[in-house]
């Protein structure tokens, strides 16, 4: 899913910021599942009416992609399940869904070689980020 039809679901909110363009031998169809699972969590579970960011940086070795939104920070101890199927957060229970989505995006960057990975604190926002090496070996 682009950004340009993120922006078509869901508003303007999405701001891309890239250093240039990507090239890698990842699949394409299993690395946009995660983006746009990322994207519309963002969307759910993030301050409405503030942006969403995201920024796409690459080495000669690894790509770096940052899904970052303002809103109610994560607590440290529900960081610690957020990847785990069918486990769900205090504040997200009452959000429709089977908690599948951060797990399949994590098993889908690790098929990959990558990292995702959690950054999240109060005034700073939250910050979901990928790590994804330029070449699967």
């Known amino acids: 899913m682009t950004a340009s039809r993120l922006s078509a679901l869901y508003g303007e909110r999405f701001v891309v910021i890239s250093d240039s363009e990507v090239k890698t031998n990842c699949s394409r169809k299993e690395i946009q599942r995660v983006i746009e699972n ?42 610690s399940i957020l990847f785990q199927q069918f486990r769900r957060t205090v504040c997200a229970e009452e959000q429709t869904g089977w908690g599948l ?9 690790e098929a990959h070689q990558g990292t995702l990975g959690v950054e999240s604190a109060e005034g700073k926002g939250t910050s979901f980020i990928i790590q994804l090496p330029k070449t699967i070996t």
């Open 38 to 79: 990322l994207a519309i969590n963002a969307v759910k579970y993030g301050a409405p009416n503030t942006p969403i960011i995201l920024t796409l940086q690459q080495t000669e070795t690894q790509i770096n992609l940052t899904i970052h939104n303002e809103g109610n920070p994560i607590a440290l101890n529900a960081q």
């Open 101 to 109: 989505g951060l797990f399949l995006a994590k098993s889908i960057t």
